[in-house]
């Protein structure tokens, strides 16, 4: 009974708006607090914007229906701790949820509204079992019931992150479209050299390719020299006073583009790029060589990629940057054994994090959902990265058989895991519901 009462006296208006939308309270002789005899034909939609928190719901009060929205709060006193007694927007309330009735709610215009009190109404069992997820230790709240998470929960969450996370992705390409005059080309270019820092470098690769116009980079295509000068030079690597034969090339290379192009000089510094703990084929000198390379021999403009139909047409492509990188992973630096070429790992994660969230972004664009569809198929041909998320679900005994379930992990983990945001996750619902694995 104490552990009850503590549970109780932390409870949350989240954990409210679950019990109201699923309906989980004894809903026999049901009325409100004022007496009259209440019947929930539909607790409506959780309201995500300004204003009372479930909309259009729907309620009978005797033999009177009525439609409106629904208003949750621990404490019925919370109605005027919050100001909703002042504001005109909560009006139109129909039903007052609470856990405890503590004070009667009116309007602004002083109208009485119909309590609803849960506290007799909810079973113990779902407390302590929404107390468990709560208060667990566990790096994921639920990882001591792992045993009995049904299967069709697991499966649809992960259908649900895995589009979460390709829309949330596609919404980027979106405010790129609209900051570009919606060139997508342009845009293409800019998503494929942010992911080229494969994440310690992104932020310096996003400022190289804002700084190396594409223009200029079709007009200098056909020369990959002049083309790793451009590169190299506006990303700051060709300052140096002295160095081997192709690197003094490079930059009497670069000095002539500078002058041509009017480039401003220092608007990158060596400094920005970040070497610590990378192994010599991810250092970005490299990374810079193979992504002049695409820009070499593939341009990758955005037809490229609205074209491919399967995955294997870009992970198939060989990404081989100029003669000098095959023996230096950096000026001056040879290799003892190592490879110049873009890995197949690396070519993979490129369509993962840009070619997918391009075609689906697309999709929304055009009306066109084919296009949303091959890139689930793209991701679903590609098998399943390997970091510490995907290796920690693996070893727990959930198997991942692509890189977009794989994606649906990451998200998974990012968004609602680590957030314990267990309420509105699949997962969480069914464990709270007691609903048995089979």
């Not at 009525?66 to 002042?86: F, M, N």
């Not at 230790?137 to 649900?160: A, G, K, T, Y």
């Not at 470098?201 to 295509?221: D, G, H, Q, W, Y």
């Not at 055009?366 to 995907?390: L, S, Y």
């Amino acid at each position: 009974m104490i552990l009850l009462a503590v549970i109780i006296a932390s409870m949350k208006e989240e954990f409210l708006n679950f019990i109201w939308k699923h309906q989980y309270f004894d809903k026999k002789r049901l009325e409100t607090y004022q007496g009259e005899v209440l019947q929930v034909l539909n607790p409506g939609q959780i309201n995500v914007n300004s204003g009372p928190d479930f909309s259009n719901a729907r309620i009978k009060l005797g033999r009177t229906s009525w439609a409106g929205p629904t208003e949750i709060h621990v404490r019925s006193s919370d109605w005027y701790l919050h100001q909703h007694h002042k504001n005109p927007a909560f009006d139109q309330v129909v039903l007052h949820v609470v856990w405890v009735n503590n004070a009667n709610a009116k309007t602004s215009n002083g109208r009485e509204i119909p309590t609803l009190e849960l506290k007799d109404r909810v079973k113990t069992d779902l407390l302590l079992r929404h107390q468990k997820l709560r208060k667990g230790n566990s790096r994921v709240p639920c990882e001591p019931q792992f045993d009995r998470i049904p299967d069709s929960s697991f499966q649809r969450m992960l259908d649900q992150m895995a589009c979460q996370r390709l829309k949330r992705k596609s919404r980027e390409v979106v405010a790129s479209l609209d900051r570009h005059n919606y060139d997508w080309d342009q845009v293409t270019y800019l998503a494929l050299g942010k992911n080229f820092g494969f994440h310690l470098n992104t932020a310096a690769f996003e400022t190289l390719v804002s700084v190396v116009p594409l223009p200029i980079v079709r007009k200098m295509r056909s020369g990959i020299v002049q083309l790793e000068a451009l590169f190299f030079g506006q990303a700051g690597f060709l300052q140096r006073v002295t160095g081997d034969a192709y690197y003094l090339r490079l930059q009497k290379e670069y000095e002539f583009i500078k002058k041509k192009y009017s480039f401003k000089p220092g608007l990158m510094k060596k400094e920005m790029w970040k070497y610590l703990r990378l192994r010599p084929s991810n250092f970005p000198s490299l990374r810079i060589a193979q992504f002049v390379s695409m820009m070499h021999l593939e341009g990758f403009r955005f037809s490229d990629i609205r074209e491919a139909v399967t995955a294997g047409q870009f992970t198939e492509k060989v990404v081989k940057p100029s003669s000098y990188w095959d023996d230096h992973y950096d000026f001056g630096k040879k290799w003892g054994v190592g490879r110049s070429t873009l890995g197949l790992s690396s070519r993979e994660n490129l369509v993962i994090n840009t070619v997918a969230p391009l075609l689906v972004a697309y999709a929304n664009y055009t009306g066109q959902p084919e296009f949303h569809a091959r890139a689930i198929e793209m991701m679903k041909e590609i098998p399943p990265e390997q970091n510490r998320i995907v290796a920690y679900w693996k070893e727990k005994g959930f198997g991942v058989s692509s890189a977009y379930y794989s994606q649906a992990l990451i998200e998974l983990n990012n968004q609602y895991c680590n957030l314990r945001k267990c309420l509105d996750c699949f997962i969480g619902q069914s464990l709270l519901a007691g609903v048995p694995k089979p």
